[in-house]
């Protein structure tokens, strides 16, 4: 892939220690627009560090991270997600006593800078509520709006924190391990609908499961004790010997 | 017309996307019950005539109460020194009177409103960044210092004797104050209703809901975008100015304050009624102060430490058994008999 | 010698500035010793459970009247009701926190607040209804009143004991938390709960036996306080502020920060007081917030 233009997200020498422990190790990395990106490696290499570090949880200890070329790097989370950059989160973060179309319409709501108005009630707002139902439609989900989160099958549950980030209409979008336990009854509702998402969003998967890996990336960075290992296509990572040491001999499923 | 009415009315099929609206969009409608507690509030000015001054109190306090539900019920911070804020409401009011001669008690109010918000807006910017242990270590500190401070310019203040003897011209220009209360027991009641819908409405608004998210997840909403410590410190300065009124309300309708108003047990007071009311709720706050005040002024005639006990006694049981305080208790009773309901 | 203020040197030779220091560190010291030892045990119980636990004071209160009780009505030598108050109340706690606590481990802060504040305030109704609301003093046995001659000066003697008695117990909790399989695990469950359980920890069990050491503790915090602050059934209330002050600026479930904590605030308070007689309650709560402010986590404390 050629690099005419400015890549949706960089990531320049990134680092990042707690004390003596460095978690993030001089990693580089570009999304170009429409990116399908996987980032795999073993247990504690450090990949939600990483999307931590680019969400803004985590401050690095030095590195740049630029966001259509802007600097974003000293830019606290909010702010961040406000010029484009949505996640999910590993194990979900939803509203849980709250119905499945409140979590979305704030999402919404902020998108739309409508989220501070102290005065018109929340229902007034249309446009919000039209937005965030459609988003529940696109991923099957308007006949649970009115159910309470915690009362959802933990399946629909993930459906619902995909929904809140793409209720962000995200630039970036950042997935970390969107279909971790989920049964697997469920999972090809999650598959279909990251398998859906707008060509032109540039999206990092975080993936433990092969199979979804090669399906769905078009490029795949392996991450080890916190810095990058290697970098290619999947056929690539697929031949590399030194990746295949990595996971301990696992052969990957359907190689 | 909006799109959203469009869609309900022309595709019927589309039932769970029509309800969906339809909860959103009439939330905030005013139910018919909601008149309950005002027309009860009005009908205890006929049937107790000669219990008018303890009334006005009571409505202090649902005042103070519904301060409160703001911040914790609907934010979720816990606050173990909100009596701060009642307090710098209470002095400004007697103070002005004091030494600026002011002694129009509604602009007192807005004065000692402003006083508390200033408080409030301060103490938050610096504390709202911190949760759990150290936010409540905090926000008892602060209180007990503003005590301090208090005790400090006794000169100033009444120390501990208090400020007695204060006096306020006729409310609106005619009404004098009367020895029982009357007149005291229609402002109190009059401040509460505008202030309580200005809370509704709050509570109401898409900045309502983000207090909602704040108190669910707050991770969630710094990944959403929130900007949310600007929205706790909003809704804690609004909390605070509410909370400076009910006590300028405490100083006008008692002509006295002391520092007592800053005690620990007025900061813990106002929690046990929130909670046994039920958080949350708005309505919770009138339940729970006038059990709190009625049970008080029984059990302390009896004797302070029966009054101690009980109010232990109710924070314990309701936290063991009736989590979401008596309107919560209430509901779930509702929605047993009445199966089939929407949450 | 016997007799002579306080703050003069029996023979005069003493700088009085020097002099002053000195009976503030003294002071402090005292008053940070008996910190230190009722919110040691509130400080490892909530580093281990993250239960804020607000009835803490009420049993320092309760182990100050038993002490009382146990020397006045059945003529027990002071040592013997120290030691006394600590096994029972430690064993009354564990009542305690099987019936209510263990109920709330799971629940939000806000329920753990309101329930145990509800505690106290039932315990300080029952005390005043059965002890009344006066505050209680102490008959201490001879050789504990009086001065202590030291390096050309005196010291009261009481306060050298408290100093001597947290001292010995400083001693035996270090032992206890760092030498031993128990305070081993203790902290290792501290560190990380989950961890510990997936190692076969029995973190349950293991915070019952360190609630009921801590609120033995703060029993025998209660008693050593007599002489110094009297004793009212309010004390449960009107010294949580302290307790949870030095908890919070120490750091959770750290013995060091504890200690740290007590001696700075301990000092800090006693100082202020000397110095302006009249703001000198204002310093530790200042001094509390300005290391809060700056390290929420406290001194020792983790994230």
Known sequence: MTQAMTAALEIRNLNKSFGALAVARDIALALPKGARHALIGPNGAGKTTLVNLITGVLRPSAGQILLDGQDITSLPQAARTRRGIARTFQINQLFRGLTVLENVYLAVAERMRVAHRLWRPAGAEREVIDQALAQLEALR????????????????????????????????????????????????????????????????????????????????????????????SPQEIRADARVRAVYLGEEFPHG | MAASDAIAAAVPASDARARAIAFLATRHRLRLWEALPWLIAVAAFFIFPDRMLFGSQVLVMVLFALSLDLILGFAGIVSLGHAAFFGVGAYTAALIMLHWNWQEPVSGLLAAAAAAAVAGAASGWLLLRYRGLTLLVLTLATTIMLQELGNLLRDFTGGYDGLPGLTYTPLLGRFDYDLFGHVYYLYVLAVLFVLFFVVRQIVHSPFGQTLAGIRENVARMHAVGSPVHARLLTVYTISAAIAGVAGALFTQTNTYVTLGVFDFDNSAGVMVMLILGGAGRLYGAFVGAVIYMVLQDNLSKASPQYWQFAVGLMLVLTVLFARRGLLGLIEDVARSLLPGRRP | MLGMPRNVGSWGTIPPVENIVISILFEGLAYAMFLFIVSVGLSVTMGLMGFVNLAHGAFAMAGGYLVLTAMGDFGVPFFLALLLTFIVVGAVSVVFERLFYARLYKATELEQVLLTIGLAYMAIA??????????????????????????????????????????????????????????????????????????????????????????????????????????????????????????????????KGTLLAAILLGVCDTAGKYVYAGAGGFFIYAVAMLILLIRPAGLYGRE
């Not at chain 1, 209409?169 to 707008?198: K, M, T, W, Y």
């Not at chain 3, 050491?213 to 306080?225: E, H, N, Q, T, V």
């Open chain 1, 141 to 232: 989900l308007a006949d649970d709006a009115l159910k309470i989160v915690r009362e959802l099958p933990y399946g629909r549950q993930r459906l619902v924190e995909i929904a809140i980030a793409l209720a962000q209409h995200p630039r970036v979008l950042l997935l970390d391990e969107p279909a971790a336990g989920v049964p697997s009854s469920e999972s090809h509702l999650i598959l279909d609908v990251i398998g859906a998402l707008d060509p032109d969003i540039a999206i990092l998967i975080i993936e433990h499961d092969m199979d979804v890996v090669f399906r769905f990336a078009a490029r795949i960075t392996v991450l080890v004790a916190g810095a990058v290992l290697t970098e290619g």
């Open chain 3, 126 to 255: 029952t005390y005043t209804y059965f002890y009344g609301p006066r505050p209680q003093t102490i008959h201490l046995p001879e050789y504990l009143t009086g001065q202590l001659g030291f390096a050309a000066r005196t010291f009261p003697t009481y306060r050298v004991f408290v100093i001597a008695v947290g001292c010995a117990l400083i001693a035996v909790l270090w032992y206890g938390f760092e030498r031993t399989n128990l305070g081993a695990r203790i902290r290792a469950a501290v560190d990380n709960r989950r961890m510990a359980q997936s190692i076969g920890i029995n973190v349950d069990r293991l915070f019952t036996l360190t609630f009921a050491i801590g609120s033995g503790l703060a029993a025998l915090g209660g008693g050593l306080a007599i002489e110094m602050f009297g004793l009212t059934p309010s004390f449960a209330v009107l010294y949580l502020v302290f307790f949870l002050l030095v908890v919070a600026v120490g750091g959770l479930g750290s013995l």
